[in-house]
Structures are given as C-alpha cells and as structure tokens.
C-alpha cells in the first residue's frame, strides 16, 4: 500500500477523514496515454460543436423557441459535464497526478454526477415536447410556452441538485481507516462509499435512489411517450404526412440511444459477468464523453431548422465580410 494513500485524519472520534485519496486509473494497460490522447480530442470537439449550436440558437431569432430553448440546455450541459470530466483526467493521469484532496474529489463526484443527471432529464424534456408536438398539435403553443419549459428545466436542475447533493453529502458519515485507493479514473460514488470501514448501507440506498431517479425513471417516461407518438401516428392517414411527423423525432431518438444504451450495456454486463477493470472504465469514460461530442453533430446534421439557422448565419457573415472588404477597398 502506497504510504501517502494512508495518511488521514480524524476529525473527532467517530469519523476518520482521509487527507487525500488515489485514482487507481488504468492499470497494465499499454500504450493508455493514446487513449488520454484521443480524450483530450473528444473535449476539444465537444467545445467546439456544443459552442457552435449554443451560438447559432443564441444569434438566429427563429430558434428563440421553447424546443430550441431544450436543446440550448442540452448543449450547455453537454459542455458542462465534459468540463468536469475530461480535463481533470488528462490532468490525474498524463502528468501523474493522482492523489486528489477529499474535499476535492466530492466536489469532482458531486460536478460529474450532476450534470450527467441533468443529461438524462433534458432528453425527457426534449421527449414531452415531441409528444405535444405530435399528439396535441392544435394545442402545442399553448402547453410548450417558454415559460413552462423554464419551470420544467429550473425544476429538474433543483431537483437533481438536491439529490446529488445529498448523495455526495451522505459520504462525509464515512470513516476511511484502510484503502484510499479508488479504482476508478475520476471519484465515482460506488468505488469511493465502498473504502469506508463503517455503516454505508444509506450510501449504498442512495445510489440505488440515484440510479432510478437519474436513468429508469426518464427512460420511462421518454418510452411511455414514444408509445403515445406511435399510437397517434398510426392514425394518421396520410403516410406522408406521418413520415414527416416521424422525422422530427429521428433527431431526438439518436440522442436517446446515444445516451442511454451504453450505460444501461455497461450496467447490465457488470452484473451478469465480469468485467476487466480496464474495459469497465473505458466504458464508463466513453459513457460519460461521446454523447456530448455526438449530441450537436447529430442535431445540427438531423434538424432542418438547425441547418438553415448555420446556412443563414454563414450568409450573413459572408454579405459582412464583403461589406467590410469593400469598404476597406
């Protein structure tokens, strides 16, 4: 055991608080700084993109809708957690810097986990919309109003907020008097509840709470909805006309499966087999990564307004540019 892994201190006779704790990372893996490589790529992109659709929903007045408003969240989110995420893995791993101060990695667990809960509830927001959309069309403005699409994004960011909160919150009833080595690559709730040499049955409640609230429940929703938009579809009696309704859900499908299915892969494969350490957090860290890098491409590529929001704002800056040029000339 690493000595510096050991050093704690007790702040009263109860609880025993580490000074730092390990990230375990990777272990025996060749050639893993390729991998910290591509990482950093996946950030740089997922910058770019999500910056790009924050900016052209921003500057282009058609997309100041209550369904673009969604997508702005999604995007800013995306951003956000990748934030939280990647660098400081580049920053633990490439220049070896893994001991992580105890207030520090609740902070790094409590960032990563929030924003990817408010992932997984923007896409149920995103899937409300589409079924107002396609089942009550004649009453779509007047339920997806701006304003209610605020109080279900502000009561959805407070809910989580307090939920992640409180589960993070629940690791200061801990006592840390073995193993400070996390086996993980950032400060996952299970790998670090699980070194605690007391009580954790609340924390170990709480991350079954988290997951269901987090994962089951809004992929419940977003299925119960998507079996509403099937039912509505096939009365409609044009095909046409359902092909073109279908069309504005394709966009939000992907960004459904992109989200969901890697991670409920990896938890049902934990479960039912064993998984090599290295191959379990890869997948988490691509669980945790790709769907922000993918979310805007797909958007921008699968969503006609998108696109001719990008073709107008490419336009109009052509036009300035000339304008500028031809002044300056």
């Not at 673009?68 to 633990?92: E, N, Q, R």
Request: aromatic fraction near 14%; charged fraction near 10%; glycine fraction near 2%.
């Amino acid at each position: 055991m690493i000595p510096e892994a050991r050093a704690a201190s007790s702040v009263n006779a109860t609880f025993v608080r580490p000074a730092k704790f390990y990230l375990s990372g990777f272990s025996n893996m060749p050639h893993v700084k390729y991998y910290y490589v591509f990482l950093c790529f996946v950030y740089i992109v997922t910058v770019l993109g999500n910056s790009i659709l924050l900016s052209v929903i921003y500057y282009v007045k058609t997309l100041h809708t209550p369904k673009h408003m969604v997508v702005f969240y999604l995007a800013l989110t995306d951003m956000c957690g990748s934030t939280a995420l990647i660098p400081k893995v580049l920053d633990t791993f490439l220049f070896e810097r893994r001991y992580i101060v105890y207030e520090a990695c609740l902070s790094y667990m409590f960032f990563v986990l929030f924003f990817l809960s408010v992932q997984s509830w923007t896409l149920t927001t995103m899937a409300y919309d589409r079924f107002i959309a396609i089942c009550f069309p004649l009453r779509y403005h007047s339920i997806v109003t701006t304003p209610s699409i605020a109080a279900l994004l502000l009561f959805s960011w407070v809910t989580l907020f307090s939920l992640v909160g409180f589960t993070v919150g629940n690791i200061d009833n801990l006592s840390f008097c073995d193993s400070l080595v996390v086996n993980s690559f950032f400060c996952d709730h299970s790998p670090v509840y699980r070194l605690s040499c007391n009580d954790s049955s609340i924390n170990n409640i709480m991350a079954y709470v988290a997951l269901i609230i987090i994962l089951c429940i809004p992929l419940i929703l977003i299925t119960l909805s998507y079996v509403g938009i099937s039912i509505a579809l096939s009365r409609i009696a044009s095909g046409e006309e359902r092909l073109k309704a279908s069309k504005t859900c394709t966009s939000h499908l992907i960004l459904v499966s992109i989200f969901f299915l890697p991670i409920i892969c990896t938890n049902i494969a934990s479960v039912v087999s064993y998984i090599n350490p290295n191959a379990r957090m890869i997948n988490t860290s691509l669980t945790n990564t790709m769907p922000a890098l993918l979310n805007p491409i797909v958007y921008s590529l699968k969503t006609e307004e998108i696109v001719m929001a990008i073709k107008k704002l490419v336009k109009r800056n052509k036009i300035s540019f000339s304008a500028k040029k031809r002044l300056k000339s």
